[in-house]
């Protein structure tokens, strides 16, 4: 066959030149105004929501919840010092600082479970149904839950066993817990109690008998202390009255029993031994230098020898005449003197040293027992001085804590006692009112917010453009028949409806596209199955009939054969049969008597339907078919399902991708774009299909789309 091909422009790159896929994915980029616009899109589902939570709120507070009335007083923690102005004595039992940390352990005096079963005990809250959940009536659910139980149990099972007093005083004693509340105020040591319960007159009562237990154990504390303190400083001066008579009686005995002098005369003694063992150590010397000098004397023997020994001037004159015998006669003799007299001395010396040393170890002896003696009785004396004033420090203390035990104060007081509420303190009703129109707003702001960001679908063409790089050809509304036989029926009695104005629409884009004439060649793909490129096949080729020209429709898909279901046929020839020269053309071709359009269905077969398109036979056949045709409009498979329409689009003029509205998904779209990239078929333009009218405006997109606000209905006849 010889004939010229109008190969569609938009789908064949410059010379040269590699077309680049470009795919706008902005999905980890949040848009600001994008989520304004999703909140001002949705103003009446917010403002409808947040009307639903005010008046839930309202009915919950007036219908629903039980009023609940709060009672408070006032304690300041102030320490007393009255004790020891009034008494002039120092206190024996401390009283409490005023400290940050002794002010909070204060407040979790008054939250401790023992001050709050005094005031469990005293009202006997035990017995108030708010505080023994066992009084109250039994609700619907549980007596739902008692019938179930009923229902399982045997009748042999014994009853219920009566509730522990104990149990049931612990629990309202942690149910009074979770209803008292305690605020300490900013910068001073005064703290708010507050007690919440369902009358007034018995938070009221609560809240005082509270406070009056917390004196009172403050009280009772310093009490209790003071005896504690009492009863062992009088065991304690008991005990030390006896140790002081033990002391004293000791000295005593010590005194009887040893010759004590006084500190003064040990003095004396001490002096005069002193002046002694000086008079010793004199006479010791004098007696030493005598016996050393008879020593010298009796050592000579010369004359010479004995006048330089002698050292007596007496002797020195005797020695110059020791020449005669006369002279000599009277040395000897004056030497013997001088002997005689040293060995006196010595005698002399000898008799005073030995009574001397006598008396002085005498006085030792009597000095150092007289030390000992007055050093034992000093320890003695300092011991019963020392268990003396402990014990009139102790017998002091006594009589002071005898005179406070009278005394005491509490180191907290009432400043202002609880007044009965004049009314309920909650529930607030304002606030719920408030509280459930945020709720109501935070939730449908929240659903929208999120299935905004979450949204990967199309819902405007200029989503889709931008996303795509390729102009959106058509838009075309869901259609209102459900039932595919029906829609053609429907686009024929409705010449002038919405949907047969996208059609003429989308026909003209493809026509001026084409510089005025239509693409011979129309292959239709979309993602995945469902979104209606057999139903847009059908449509185009009855719109581009309407022109005058010869259309025929071919099914593509030959593996789910979609437009034999369509059309209701199931023809055991088909386009296989005629491809493979088993049957004519003519023979099995289906003209359309309602849409004027020639169809050509496929038949069942084993063959591969990729390869049977990639064939030189299916070539050759669509060669032959745009000598007789005007316009062929092929229906193919989805992209991301078979490869058959990869190998479809090289043989086509135009390539026509549809984006079902809300429900493709960016991913789909951008692998299947890659997959015609890759195969050197890039797309001619993309058809934005199904956009339902309600959806648009829930949206709020419709006022920016003509087609699909109120004035473009005054286009168009639904009717």
Same mark, same amino acid.
């Given at each position: 066959? $010889?004939?010229?091909?109008?190969?569609?422009?938009?789908?064949? &790159?410059?010379?040269?030149?590699?077309?680049?896929?470009?795919?706008?994915? +902005?999905?980890?980029?949040?848009?600001?105004?994008?989520?304004?616009?999703?909140?001002?899109?949705?103003?009446? @589902?917010?403002?409808?929501?947040?009307?639903?939570?005010?008046?839930?709120?309202? *009915?919950?507070?007036? #219908?629903?919840?039980?009023?609940?009335?709060?009672?408070?007083?006032?304690?300041? @923690?102030?320490?007393?010092?009255?004790?020891? =102005?009034?008494?002039?004595?120092? $206190?024996?039992?401390?009283?409490?600082?005023?400290?940050?940390?002794?002010?909070?352990?204060?407040?979790?005096?008054?939250?401790?479970?023992?001050?709050?079963?005094?005031?469990?005990?005293?009202?006997?809250?035990?017995?108030?149904?708010?505080?023994?959940?066992?009084?109250?009536?039994?609700?619907?659910?549980?007596?739902?839950?008692?019938?179930?139980?009923?229902?399982? =149990?045997?009748?042999?099972?014994?009853?219920?066993?009566?509730?522990?007093?104990?149990?049931?005083?612990?629990?309202?004693?942690?149910?009074?817990?979770?209803?008292?509340?305690?605020?300490?105020?900013?910068?001073?040591?005064?703290?708010?109690?507050?007690?919440?319960?369902?009358? &007034?007159?018995?938070?009221?009562?609560?809240?005082?008998?509270?406070?009056?237990?917390?004196?009172? =154990?403050?009280?009772?504390?310093?009490?209790?202390?003071?005896? +504690?303190?009492?009863?062992?400083?009088?065991?304690?001066?008991?005990?030390?009255?006896?140790?002081?008579?033990?002391?004293?009686?000791?000295?005593?005995?010590?005194?009887?029993?040893?010759?004590?002098?006084?500190?003064?005369?040990?003095?004396?003694?001490?002096?005069?031994?002193?002046?002694?063992?000086?008079?010793?150590?004199?006479?010791?010397?004098?007696?030493?230098?005598?016996?050393?000098?008879?020593?010298?004397?009796?050592? %000579?023997?010369?004359?010479?020898?004995?006048?330089?020994?002698?050292?007596?001037?007496?002797?020195?004159?005797?020695?110059?005449?020791?020449?005669?015998?006369?002279?000599?006669?009277?040395?000897?003799?004056?030497?013997?003197?001088?002997?005689?007299?040293?060995?006196?001395?010595?005698?002399?010396?000898?008799?005073?040293?030995?009574?001397?040393?006598?008396?002085?170890?005498?006085?030792?002896?009597?000095?150092?027992?007289?030390?000992?003696?007055?050093?034992?009785?000093?320890?003695?004396?300092?011991?019963?001085?020392?268990?003396?004033?402990?014990?009139?420090?102790?017998?002091?203390?006594?009589?002071?804590?005898?005179?406070?035990?009278?005394?005491?104060?509490?180191?907290?007081?009432?400043?202002?006692?609880?007044?009965? &509420?004049?009314?309920?303190?909650?529930?607030?009703?304002?606030?719920?009112?408030?509280?459930?129109?945020?709720?109501?707003?935070?939730?449908?702001?929240?659903?929208?917010?999120?299935?905004?960001?979450?949204?990967?679908?199309? #819902?405007?063409?200029?989503?889709?453009?931008?996303?795509?790089?390729?102009?959106?050809?058509?838009?075309?509304?869901?259609?209102?028949?459900?039932?595919?036989?029906?829609?053609?029926?429907?686009?024929?009695?409705?010449?002038?409806?919405? %949907?047969? /104005?996208?059609?003429?629409?989308?026909?003209?884009?493809?026509?001026?596209?084409?510089?005025?004439?239509?693409?011979?060649?129309?292959?239709?793909?979309?993602?995945?199955?469902?979104?209606?490129?057999?139903?847009?096949?059908?449509?185009?080729?009855?719109?581009?009939?309407?022109?005058?020209?010869?259309?025929?429709? !071919?099914?593509? +898909?030959?593996?789910?054969?979609?437009?034999?279901?369509?059309?209701?046929?199931?023809?055991?020839?088909?386009?296989?049969?005629?491809?493979?020269?088993?049957?004519?053309?003519?023979?099995?071709?289906?003209?359309?008597?309602?849409?004027?359009?020639?169809?050509?269905?496929?038949?069942?077969? +084993?063959?591969?339907?990729?390869?049977?398109?990639?064939?030189?036979?299916?070539?050759?056949? !669509?060669?032959?078919?745009?000598?007789?045709?005007?316009?062929?409009?092929?229906?193919? &498979?989805?992209?991301?399902?078979?490869?058959?329409?990869?190998?479809?689009?090289?043989?086509?003029?135009? !390539?026509?991708?549809?984006?079902?509205?809300?429900?493709?998904?960016?991913?789909?779209?951008? /692998?299947?774009?890659?997959?015609?990239?890759?195969?050197?078929?890039?797309?001619?333009?993309?058809?934005?299909?199904?956009?339902?009218?309600?959806?648009?405006?829930?949206?709020?997109?419709?006022?920016?789309?003509?087609? *699909?606000?109120?004035?473009?209905?005054?286009?168009?006849? /639904?009717?």
């Amino acid at each position: 066959m $010889n004939h010229t091909v109008s190969k569609f422009p938009a789908r064949t &790159p410059d010379a040269g030149q590699t077309e680049t896929l470009q795919v706008n994915d +902005d999905s980890d980029i949040i848009d600001l105004g994008q989520m304004l616009r999703a909140l001002w899109r949705g103003k009446w @589902l917010i403002l409808l929501a947040v009307m639903l939570g005010v008046v839930s709120g309202w *009915y919950y507070g007036n #219908r629903i919840a039980d009023p609940l009335y709060t009672a408070s007083t006032t304690v300041v @923690l102030d320490p007393q010092a009255e004790s020891a =102005s009034v008494s002039g004595l120092s $206190n024996v039992v401390q009283g409490l600082s005023s400290d940050t940390v002794t002010v909070n352990t204060e407040v979790e005096v008054i939250r401790s479970r023992i001050l709050l079963g005094q005031v469990v005990d005293e009202l006997n809250l035990t017995e108030v149904a708010e505080f023994n959940p066992r009084l109250r009536t039994p609700s619907l659910q549980s007596r739902l839950k008692s019938l179930i139980t009923g229902m399982f =149990s045997s009748a042999e099972d014994s009853p219920a066993a009566e509730p522990d007093p104990e149990a049931l005083r612990q629990r309202a004693i942690g149910l009074l817990q979770r209803k008292l509340s305690i605020q300490i105020l900013p910068s001073t040591r005064v703290f708010r109690i507050a007690i919440t319960t369902e009358e &007034p007159e018995r938070s009221t009562r609560i809240v005082d008998t509270l406070a009056e237990a917390y004196i009172g =154990s403050q009280l009772a504390e310093k009490f209790q202390a003071a005896e +504690d303190a009492t009863a062992w400083l009088t065991n304690r001066v008991s005990d030390l009255q006896g140790d002081l008579e033990t002391a004293e009686a000791r000295v005593k005995a010590f005194n009887a029993s040893t010759d004590l002098i006084s500190q003064e005369v040990l003095i004396g003694q001490e002096r005069q031994l002193k002046e002694m063992r000086d008079r010793s150590e004199a006479t010791a010397q004098r007696l030493a230098s005598a016996q050393a000098r008879l020593v010298r004397l009796q050592a %000579a023997t010369t004359p010479a020898e004995k006048r330089d020994a002698a050292e007596d001037p007496t002797l020195t004159q005797l020695f110059d005449e020791i020449g005669s015998a006369q002279g000599r006669a009277a040395f000897d003799a004056r030497y013997a003197t001088l002997v005689g007299g040293v060995q006196q001395d010595i005698a002399r010396l000898e008799r005073q040293l030995t009574p001397l040393r006598n008396s002085m170890q005498t006085l030792e002896t009597q000095v150092q027992q007289q030390s000992q003696d007055l050093i034992e009785l000093q320890q003695l004396t300092r011991e019963a001085e020392a268990t003396r004033l402990l014990y009139e420090y102790f017998l002091s203390r006594l009589k002071e804590t005898s005179v406070q035990q009278g005394i005491q104060q509490a180191d907290s007081r009432v400043l202002s006692e609880a007044v009965r &509420p004049g009314g309920p303190s909650s529930p607030n009703k304002q606030m719920l009112q408030v509280i459930g129109g945020i709720l109501g707003f935070l939730l449908v702001a929240g659903v929208l917010l999120v299935r905004e960001l979450t949204g990967e679908t199309f #819902r405007t063409a200029a989503q889709l453009e931008a996303f795509g790089g390729r102009t959106v050809m058509g838009q075309i509304p869901l259609l209102p028949q459900r039932q595919r036989g029906n829609v053609i029926k429907y686009l024929y009695d409705h010449p002038t409806s919405a %949907a047969s /104005e996208a059609i003429r629409n989308l026909r003209t884009s493809l026509v001026l596209a084409n510089g005025g004439e239509p693409p011979q060649v129309v292959a239709l793909t979309s993602c995945v199955p469902g979104e209606g490129k057999t139903t847009v096949s059908i449509a185009l080729g009855q719109n581009f009939r309407g022109l005058g020209k010869k259309v025929l429709l !071919l099914e593509g +898909d030959i593996r789910r054969r979609v437009l034999s279901q369509h059309l209701g046929v199931d023809h055991q020839d088909g386009m296989m049969s005629v491809v493979l020269g088993d049957k004519r053309f003519d023979d099995v071709v289906i003209q359309d008597e309602t849409t004027g359009v020639d169809i050509l269905v496929s038949e069942r077969s +084993d063959l591969n339907a990729a390869d049977f398109f990639a064939s030189s036979q299916f070539a050759t056949f !669509l060669d032959g078919l745009r000598e007789h045709y005007d316009v062929i409009i092929i229906d193919t &498979p989805p992209v991301l399902v078979v490869p058959d329409v990869r190998v479809i689009a090289g043989l086509a003029d135009a !390539l026509l991708f549809l984006v079902r509205w809300d429900y493709t998904k960016q991913p789909q779209v951008q /692998e299947a774009l890659r997959l015609f990239q890759s195969a050197g078929q890039p797309i001619t333009g993309f058809i934005l299909n199904q956009i339902s009218e309600r959806g648009m405006k829930t949206y709020g997109y419709g006022g920016r789309y003509g087609a *699909y606000t109120a004035y473009g209905k005054k286009y168009y006849n /639904e009717g």
